[in-house]
């Protein structure tokens, strides 16, 4: 069955459900081409809250240092923002409805997710400083939310067609509108997740024997399976760098989940993980530096980073928490995610090298 998200309220202080369960998989931005200052010190930053919200979930980040993600609002409702060093939290606001979360970034500081409309529908949005946000439609459903987004204002995610019962993946562009990308051979539905700047898109679909599989697609060879772990039922695709190397998550013949990277030449890499046994793949630089979650010894998942010298490597977490959640990292190394503070809520956070 295809792996589907929450189209409800997020509840963001009780996030921490998500861990150990790696059903919900949660993605980052792709990589681009401008860049800010090499960071210096090793820090992991405590992003806040909106202003009168208590938890905040951080997506992505571009190689400015500026932070996608949605956080709770005086109101109780979830809205996406925008961060940045200079100008702190900024609310983007709704489609006219009562919740939006962000989810991707690109280097124009222009950011994508899903926001409820007047009426109720969720509904994929491209969000600019000029322009606020707006509506990108659906493939003729209810539904669409955005997961990533280029330079050049492509857009990728998942919507509903006409039936309101199947999703697919889809390429929006300011010319073309939302494009359907298809299905895996025998497949039905498929979530686009992560898109570069040479417009091929990462995800996932369902094939014939109703698995997920990580996918591959591009404008020339359209959808290309990925396949699995030697002896995996399924994979999730779920970021892509500018080398149009994939991560993402699958299980291993043993009933394991493990983080994998995936390149043409190399296949599927098993990254292992922490001492707990199970990680996730959420975000991957030009480098081939990977981040995501894996659980330790206890149970508790913390935030990870990757390389092909130094292995998985333990991020930690705030001080006096348990769990952090990597979601996205930069060209510079940094990496973005959430995790419990000392008081036991949910905050974005931005770790630098």
């Not at 005086?74 to 006219?96: C, I, P, R, V, Y």
């Not at 493939?139 to 280029?150: H, I, M, P, T, W």
């Not at 699958?250 to 296949?267: C, E, K, P, R, Y």
């Not at 081939?288 to 508790?300: A, F, I, L």
């Amino acid at each position: 069955m295809l792996v589907r998200r929450n189209r409800g309220r997020r509840g963001l202080a009780a996030v921490a459900v998500l861990v150990g369960a790696l059903t919900a998989p949660v993605g980052g931005a792709g990589v681009a081409e401008a860049a800010a200052p090499v960071p210096s010190a090793k820090t992991i930053r405590d992003l806040g809250t909106l202003s009168g919200g208590t938890s905040s979930l951080g997506r992505a980040v571009n190689d400015q240092g500026q932070v996608a993600g949605s956080g709770d609002t005086a109101g109780n409702s979830d809205h996406a923002f925008l961060w940045s060093a200079s100008d702190g939290m900024q609310d983007l606001g709704t489609l006219g409805g009562e919740a939006s979360s962000g989810e991707a970034i690109n280097e124009r500081g222009q950011v994508v997710g899903r926001s409820n409309t007047e009426d109720g529908s969720p509904h994929a949005f491209l969000w600019s400083a000029s322009g606020g946000m707006r509506d990108l439609g659906t493939l003729g459903g209810r539904f669409s939310e955005a997961f990533g987004v280029n330079s050049q204002e492509q857009v990728t995610g998942t919507s509903t067609t006409a039936d309101n019962n199947t999703e697919r993946a889809f390429l929006w562009s300011p010319s073309g509108g939302m494009q359907d990308l298809g299905t895996l051979s025998g497949g039905r539905s498929a979530v686009g997740r992560a898109i570069n700047e040479r417009g091929q898109v990462a995800g996932y679909g369902e094939t014939t024997d109703g698995n997920n599989h990580a996918f591959l697609w591009s404008a020339s060879g359209g959808m290309r399976d990925l396949g699995t772990f030697s002896g995996g039922t399924f994979s999730l695709g779920l970021a892509i760098n500018e080398r149009g190397q994939v991560v993402g998550y699958g299980d291993t013949a043993d009933g394991s989940v493990h983080a994998f990277l995936w390149s043409a030449s190399g296949g599927m890499r098993d990254l292992g993980a922490l001492s707990g046994g199970t990680s996730t793949g959420l975000g991957v630089n030009t480098r081939g530096q990977v981040t995501g979650y894996s659980t330790t010894e206890d149970g508790s998942a913390h935030t990870y980073l990757w390389s092909a010298s130094g292995g998985v490597r333990d991020l930690g977490t705030f001080s006096g928490g348990a769990t952090s959640l990597g979601q996205s990292i930069n060209e510079w190394g940094q990496v973005v995610g959430y995790g419990d503070t000392a008081d036991g809520t949910m905050h974005a956070f931005l770790w630098t090298p």
